[in-house]
């Protein structure tokens, strides 16, 4: 149980640090968020990435980030991850 605890720990901390680099620039065209006249709006799912708008949220889910969100929510929520391989 212990090290369960120590991964979560770990996978909170990745989400901070995530979060924290996100508020920066637009997930999908990289777009420095101190460019950008309006604010960036943060993925309602994983609150790890931010936007500069919708065109760029939805292309940014259709290039893989729905899985990579999905990823996030299990992390934060201290459920194990199994990767299958063929």
Known sequence: ALACEADKADALSLIEVLESSGKRACACCKKDAVCFS???QQC?????VWYCGRGC????WNDGHKIDC???LYLSEG????????
């Open 57 to 60: 949220q939805v292309k940014h």
């Open 70 to 72: 999905i990823t996030v």
């Open 38 to 40: 309006g604010n960036l």
């Open 44 to 48: 309602g799912s994983c609150k790890a």
């Open 79 to 86: 459920m194990l991850l199994f990767t299958w391989t063929a």
